[in-house]
């Protein structure tokens, strides 16, 4: 009877422990908001930028060379988001570069991503720290940190509306209609920029960009902060905390990054202005 248990147990096949970090399941309040409806707000939103920022002579054209830069590095991170959201295999990627000294990026649901050229300026990014950026923002729009957001708004307006906007019906319908505008203002909690921070870092090991480029890239930040800090770091946690969480969480990545093929080093950050 014993041999015949140790038998039966050693032909029970073994499930193989996922590698890289785990940041649990995402919420179910994103199902309150249609992932299509919010991706097509974001996409007109987008758009707007784009014609707004083209119009200021401040979209950056496609043989600009930090451009060429971003989309290379965006290239090699996308493969390794399906993943982690399903509907990011349809998502139609775009990287664009905008002409203006905020110290920011994004990346909207659907894959809409934007680099402002203060943020490779001022902080004078490497390849691997621009990884970093970019695939937080990534897994922002993989994990619908906005998504959940406006979830939870509807749920505040009650049952009824939550089933208008579900339907594109009367005010839920005009709440999902003004999505796109907040898309952009959106500010996400701790635990998003959290998750954000150690998935982004997963999906630049994967990518064979160094997930150690995290900790250089909140010191670039902390520094560029003093005094008025910049948008994108007054929206995110202290870089303290941060730089700690990527430090407890490197040895779950770097056996990641140290099998990936690494990718040419091309084109560096921009020279900065002078004053």
């Keep these: 009877m014993l041999l ?33 409806q919010i991706e097509q707000a974001a996409l007109q939103q987008y758009r707007q930028m784009q014609q707004k920022a083209a119009q200021q002579k401040a979209l950056a054209p496609r043989d600009n060379a930090q451009l060429i830069r971003l989309r290379a ?25 905008f002409g203006s000294k905020q110290v920011n990026a994004f990346c909207m649901p659907g894959g809409k991503i934007a680099f402002f050229y203060g943020l490779l300026e001022q902080l004078q990014l490497s390849d691997d720290e621009v990884a970093m950026v970019m695939g937080h923002e990534i897994a922002h729009a993989l994990r619908e940190h906005a998504r959940e957001r406006l ?51 997963e999906l630049a090991a994967r990518a064979g960009y160094d997930p150690r480029a995290g900790i250089t890239l909140w010191q670039k930040m902390a520094a560029a902060g003093k005094g008025a800090p910049p948008e994108w770091l007054s929206t995110h946690p202290s870089g303290g905390s941060r730089i700690k969480d990527i430090e407890a969480n490197l040895p779950l990545v770097l056996p990641l990054y140290e099998r990936a093929a690494k990718p040419p080093r091309v084109y560096g950050p921009p020279p900065k202005r002078k004053a």
């Design 4 to 36: 015949a248990a140790l038998l039966a147990c050693a032909m029970v096949p073994t499930v193989q422990a996922r590698e890289g970090v785990d940041v649990g399941k995402k919420s179910w309040v994103a199902g309150l908001v249609p992932a299509d």
């Design 73 to 97: 590095i965006a290239e090699r991170i996308i493969p390794y988001s399906y993943e982690w959201n399903d509907r990011a295999r349809q998502w139609k990627w775009e990287v664009n570069l």
């Design 151 to 201: 979830g939870k708004t509807a749920a505040t307006r009650g049952a009824i509306e939550i089933g208008a906007a579900l339907f594109g019906l009367g005010t839920g319908g005009r709440y999902l209609a003004d999505m796109g505008g907040q898309l952009v203002t959106l500010k996400f909690g701790r635990d998003d920029e959290s998750e954000a921070d150690l998935v982004g870092m």
